[in-house]
């Protein structure tokens, strides 16, 4: 995928939007070249008013599609390596900093970020250790958003998501 974001019908309106991590939506965009597409009504609904603006921050930090696995190695410095001991973290940088800047554009209040991912994690990440072991912890671009005012769920969040919304 060489497109940095794909907006999902996006309407200009008084309603907040929602950036999405775009293997949500089933783009295949994650490190092994798959997608984590999800089926929920909410996300039907949003999508078809036009609140959906997605992106993978990865792909938008310049890395290719598959790429290696890579994981947080050290939580204080926020670096990123992958799997074949590279440090990743400029472009994990590079890509959260777009997230943030297209989050702003596009007047989106809250996020739906992929799980444990490095860059979208909001509960959890891996350690680092590249043994599938996950711990607390925040994505770059989870961190990122989250110092800016952007609210970050993650998937199995949605309903949440909408109560947030209709808070706000």
């Not at 993978?56 to 310049?62: T, Y």
């Not at 696995?69 to 204080?76: D, G, H, R, W």
């Not at 989106?108 to 680092?128: F, H, K, L, Q, R």
Request: aromatic share 4%; charged share 20%.
């Amino acid at each position: 995928m060489n497109k940095i974001s794909q907006k999902q019908g996006l309407k200009k309106s008084q309603e907040k939007n929602i950036l999405i991590s775009a293997c949500l939506l089933g783009n295949p965009v994650r490190y092994n070249g798959t997608d984590l597409l999800i089926a929920h009504p909410l996300l039907a609904k949003w999508k078809k008013q036009g609140r959906l603006v997605s992106i993978c921050p990865e792909v938008a930090g310049g890395m290719p599609t598959p790429r290696a696995p890579a994981e947080i190695t050290s939580q204080k410095g926020g670096t990123v390596t992958d799997c074949n001991q590279n440090d990743v973290s400029e472009a994990f940088l590079l890509g959260a900093k777009a997230t943030l800047k297209l989050a702003i554009d596009n007047n989106c209040a809250v996020a739906i970020m992929t799980e444990s991912s490095p860059s979208c994690g909001s509960n959890t990440i891996y350690d680092g250790s590249f043994t599938n072991t996950k711990v607390e912890g925040l994505g770059i671009t989870t961190a990122l958003l989250e110092q800016n005012g952007v609210r970050v769920f993650n998937q199995f969040q949605i309903d949440e998501v909408d109560v947030f919304l209709l808070g706000d």
